[in-house]
């Protein structure tokens, strides 16, 4: 990740030893923040996330997250999980969004003990927190952050510290559909508009479902890639399928 602090650049790169800082254009090594698991079998698959002139890391296998202040040469501490228990962050491999002063993203290294949350960027403090939707990647756009879970779900949710609130339930259609692809390994362009999703007209939340009618959905687990919206179109990547959804208005 490359960033303008003060009147240099810097280049951050989160290895699995932790955190790296960087003069980019010649490779100049400026810090070393140690920052991983004890556990051999472990990974930082996170992006760090630069705000302002502090760096956001976090990792799911122990340590959890941290803060860093970035100056000249070095690193001050800020804030960092204290315990495994009670993180304010533990992402595994999604990386969280900075927004308002707040993060959202996907703590918990499995798939039953992950949780959405959102969290106070200076505090760590947690301001809510989603379990049942497994580990989850999201981007945001428009006030809201669509959300996309490793086994096919797909929600609109309001980006929010107030409260965990789901504007629309958009699941996966069928791979049997007319106009799909189904051979493993292709592309599959189902075209499904915004006003198809079905949204919390009542002022509740509705359920969460990773298909819509019988048989496995469209997108199977591990659906893992990022959501990536362009020109009002949402492309989404699961088990040997890519999937194209239409959220343009009618």
Not at 217 to 226: F, I
């Amino acid at each position: 990740v490359l960033a303008t602090m003060g009147n240099r650049r810097w280049g951050f790169y989160f290895a699995r030893g932790g955190l790296i800082g960087f003069e980019p254009t010649t490779g100049k090594l400026d810090f070393h923040f140690p920052f991983r698991a004890k556990k051999l079998e472990s990974v930082n698959a996170s992006n760090p996330v630069v705000v302002g002139e502090t760096v956001f890391i976090t990792e799911s296998y122990g340590p959890g997250s941290a803060v860093l202040r970035i100056k000249d040469g070095g690193y001050d501490v800020l804030r960092r999980d204290e315990s495994r228990r009670g993180q304010s962050m533990s992402s595994h491999f999604m990386t969280p969004i900075y927004l308002d002063g707040y993060l959202y993203g996907s703590s918990g290294q499995s798939s039953g003990a992950a949780e959405l949350r959102a969290v106070e960027y200076n505090s760590g403090k947690i301001m809510w927190s989603e379990p049942g939707l497994g580990r989850c990647t999201m981007i945001y756009a428009d006030g809201n952050l669509i959300v996309f879970s490793e086994r096919g779900r797909i929600l609109m949710v309001e980006a929010t510290p107030e409260r965990f609130h789901v504007l629309a339930d958009g699941t996966p259609i069928r791979a049997e559909t007319p106009g799909a692809h189904t051979r493993s390994g292709t592309a599959a362009s189902p075209r499904r508009s915004a006003g198809e999703m079905r949204t919390d007209e009542a002022g509740g939340t509705p359920p969460v479902s990773g298909t819509s009618g019988a048989g496995r959905p469209l997108l199977a687990y591990p659906s893992w890639s990022p959501p990536v919206l362009a020109h009002g179109l949402l492309y989404l990547r699961g088990k040997g399928r890519l999937a194209c959804f239409s959220l343009r208005a009618p």
